[in-house]
């Protein structure tokens, strides 16, 4: 099966013996009747498994070209499951340009239980190397990165975690499957926070891992079950229904991304458009050759780097919505600088490029000339 049609068909096989209901039903269900101990079929307790859920990380493994998929409560809870994996004394290598709420899960939990993180630029994927030691066991990657829309060499990458012997995760939240295939390109693990493209429609917290490798999956599978950080089986069906129009959503993000990345380079107030299909983006190259398109993620700067002039923008925004998160139908604006990067010492942000003016803009799938309206009365 092709891209498009695994969304819609991918691990969906088995139709629904009950009614041949299309959808699967959503099992609202804890437990499941046993006729002697054991004697079930497939399920006993629905943290260890359900069948809604067990739908949607089928397609998930699907979508992503690997053989197993597992669904968590957010995108955390998923990356949480995979440093689990690790002891005290590990070592993992991340990318120093990352979304916040992994830096923080890394820095104040898993830092505490003894766990040393190394944040390193990886537009060079060959600095990897610098920082590895014997008790290095994981690579963490995001590309592209949020907000600054950097890319990362993921062939580089897995190449170096090859040759040392360690796993390699990639975050493929901004990219989803429709542009990216991290395990086609030697990664071990892919994580997403369903809650963004795959969901679809800013109405569902989730999150997914999908390996190729048994022993893996077996190790994550245990995680999931012994932690316990499952999704429900109403968000389950929620986001299965959601990846069912994943490509043509993406299409959309891209062509109206795209647009929107060249009206604003064309505005003589806009100092900087962060956006990888750009040629002089400095890893245009690498986009060029492992992503299929540059998505509807956008990030750009005003002459004079003014934050109350950036403020202005994003609420003089009418069709954009002035909020966090990204990835839904609808287009959002963030000013990272006040929202989701206000945690981060200002001499810190600004060193990887989250100045005052920066915004943020996830572009959605409304009429292009609408939004870009929109963008051209706020901006003035
Ligand atoms: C939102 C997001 C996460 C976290 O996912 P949640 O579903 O909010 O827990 C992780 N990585 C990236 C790139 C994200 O955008």
Not at 65 to 81: E, T
């Amino acid at each position: 099966m092709k891209f498009n049609t695994k969304t819609i068909h991918g691990g969906q096989e088995d139709v629904d013996p009950a009614y041949g209901s299309v959808m699967p039903p959503i099992y609202q269900t804890t437990t499941y009747a046993q006729t002697t101990p054991g004697g079930h079929k497939g399920f006993e307790y629905s943290r260890s498994g359900n069948p809604t859920r067990a739908a949607l990380e089928k397609n998930l493994a699907s979508i992503e070209n690997g053989k197993y998929g597992l669904a968590f409560g957010s995108g955390l809870a998923a990356i949480d499951a995979v440093i689990k994996l690790l002891q005290p004394g590990d070592e993992v290598i991340s990318t120093n340009n990352l979304y916040g709420g992994s830096y923080r899960l890394f820095t104040k939990i898993f830092e505490g239980f003894g766990i040393k993180f190394h944040f390193v630029g990886m537009d060079n994927a060959t600095n990897i190397e610098n920082y590895i030691t014997d008790k290095t066991k994981l690579i963490w990657v995001e590309t592209p990165t949020n907000p600054m829309m950097n890319i990362i060499d993921i062939k580089a990458c897995a190449a170096i975690s090859k040759k040392y012997n360690v796993l390699l995760a990639v975050d493929n939240t901004f990219a989803t499957p429709y542009l990216q295939n991290p395990l086609d390109m030697g990664a071990d693990i892919v994580m997403h926070s369903a809650t963004k493209y795959l969901g679809g429609h800013s109405d569902v917290v989730m999150g997914a891992l999908i390996v190729k490798d048994k022993t893996l999956a077996d190790k994550l599978y245990f995680i999931q079950n012994a932690s316990g950080a499952i999704c429900g089986p109403q968000d389950a069906f929620l986001v299965l229904r959601g990846i069912k129009t994943l490509h043509i959503r993406m299409q959309r993000h891209c062509e109206n991304g795209k647009a929107i990345a060249e009206y604003l380079i064309s505005n003589p107030k806009i100092e900087n458009v962060y956006w990888p299909g750009f040629k002089d983006h400095p890893n245009h190259q690498i986009a060029k050759e492992q992503m299929r398109d540059y998505g509807g993620m956008l990030s750009f700067t005003t002459k004079g780097n003014n934050y109350k002039e950036a403020i202005k923008i994003v609420e003089n925004l009418k069709i954009f919505t002035l909020g966090e998160s990204l990835g839904g139908v609808e287009s959002l604006a963030g000013h990272p600088a006040s929202m989701t990067h206000a945690s981060i010492p200002k001499a810190d942000r600004e060193k990887t490029g989250v100045v005052d003016s920066l915004i943020r803009l996830s572009v959605g799938i409304e009429d292009i000339e609408d939004l870009i309206d929109d963008l051209k009365q706020a901006i003035g």
